[in-house]
């Protein structure tokens, strides 16, 4: 069974970008998922003197060795201020310290989204242009815009356009997805 790590990049406890990974991450076939949330990796703010005086914390260890037994990765990118959160720049960076290659060439369903009707669009394109220097095999993105309008925990996307594009970028990710894990069994 593909294991699939679900993040919602935001260490708000209410985060919409969470609940929206792990919702999405449930619909991929045949998949074990584990939700990651930045609160259980709470890091010091990064700077290159305490990494020189202190080291990487080992809560960064943690997480990398979590980040690499995953197959693929489901993440919804929160969007402060057209960028991302200052608690998943900073996992990043800290990260990145034990190499660039942070999420191991893995297939990656990138999203986002927002209360508002742009969906999140700024960061997703930052991510979408970022992420594979950090090591992410980026397959595809999805924004859904007004969240609370557009999402319901119990039905999911109501908006059938929305949803429908969904579905598309979804089947996408799992082809990889499928794919990938296929030839590493063989």
């Known amino acids: 069974m593909k294991k699939i790590i679900a993040l919602g990049a935001s260490n708000s406890k209410?985060?919409?970008?969470k609940k929206f990974a792990k919702w999405a991450a449930h619909h991929i076939e045949d998949a074990l998922v584990e939700v990651v949330d930045l609160n259980d990796y709470q890091m010091p703010l990064y700077s290159p003197d305490l990494e020189e005086n202190e080291g990487i914390p080992d809560i960064v260890n943690e997480l990398k060795i979590k980040l690499n037994t995953a197959d693929g990765f489901v993440i919804s990118l929160a969007e402060y201020n057209g960028n991302y959160t200052v608690a998943f720049k900073n996992t990043q960076d800290w990260l990145s310290r034990m190499g660039r290659d942070i999420w191991g060439s893995k297939p990656t369903l990138l999203m986002a989204t927002s209360p508002?009707?742009?969906?999140g669009k700024s960061v997703l394109a930052i991510g979408k242009q970022g992420f594979p220097h950090m090591g992410a095999s980026v397959v595809t993105t999805f924004s859904l815009p007004s969240f609370h309008e557009n999402f319901i925990d119990s039905k999911g996307?109501?908006?059938a356009h929305l949803s429908t594009e969904f579905i598309i970028q979804l089947t996408k990710f799992n082809n990889v997805l499928n794919k990938n894990w296929r030839e590493e069994k063989v």
């Open 14 to 17: 209410n985060s919409i970008n």
């Open 157 to 159: 996307i109501v908006n």
């Open 116 to 119: 508002g009707k742009m969906g």
